[in-house]
C-alpha cells in the first residue's frame, strides 16, 4: 500500500481504514479475495511488511455519491491521488493483525508468498 498520499497502512493496521481500494478491476487485490495478504508498506522508504489481513469480497463504487457515503471506511482524502476517478473497487480489510516490520523478499509491485 502506497503511503506516499497519507499513512495508509499505520490506519490499516489501526483499524481506522477498514477498505482498501483500487481504480481499476485489474489489480493485484482482486485475485486474493479470501486470502490472508502481508500488508506491504511503500511510498516511505524502503517497502516493509508491516502487517497481515484477509481480503474480504470487492465493493464497487460506482457513483461519486457511493464512494463519498463510504469515505469512513476507505479513508480517501478528497483531491487526493487515489480519489474518485469514475470508478473505484474496495476491498474489506478482515482480521487485521500488525506485525513487527520486515523487507518482502523480491523487488517490485507484485504478488509473492511472504509466509
Known sequence: MNDSDAPYTAMILAGEKTIETRGSRRNALAAQVGRRIG???TGRGPAVVVGYATVGEPIEYTTRAAWEADAARHR???GSTYDWNGWRVGY???DVEPCEPFAPAGRGI???RLF
Do not use: E
Open 39 to 41: 500488508i506491504v508498506r
Open 76 to 78: 480517501v482524502a478528497s
Open 110 to 112: 507484485q504478488t509473492r
Open 92 to 94: 474489506p480489510m478482515l
